[in-house]
């Protein structure tokens, strides 16, 4: 796949993930807006499923995530989405319930989708309390789970692209 996942650190407290989609940004934010197309493609490495999928995108709104592994091993989420700037920005906080748990409290993660032509570029940036948080999250192997979620997005977008059901 030609687009690929880009990881940094720009501080001690921040993960800067970035993902060119081929598909246009309201594509890429329906995507990523309704809990029935989330599920389609937001959960992890190969022979994970996500297993619960509560989502009220607005301001204020919760959301409550939650995955499990081929071996039975558990992860969730859950937080608070603080602003909401359809089809251009989203800003949540993030709290790990189980699994995952190196990466300490809540966490910040505002995403930033900008249009380029026919493509999108995905911009979130996660905001941890403390380098040892950012460390571990980074020390978790995040990056392989998040990278074959967006490539399954990807297949996704292209395959509503040519009018098939996403």
Known sequence: MPNTLNVTTPTDLEIVL???FDAPRTLVWEAMSKPELLQQWLFG???WVMTTCEDDLRVGGTFRWA???????GMAMHGVYREVTPPERVVRTEVFDFGCNAQGGEQLSPMHLQEAGTKTNLTLTVLYDS???RDGALASGME???????NRLEEMLQAKAIGSNA
């Open 144 to 150: 392989h789970g998040v990278s074959a979620g967006y």
């Open 67 to 73: 995955w499990s592994g081929p071996d039975g091993t």
């Open 18 to 20: 970035t993902r060119t």
């Open 131 to 133: 380098k040892e948080a």
């Open 45 to 47: 490495p190969p022979g």
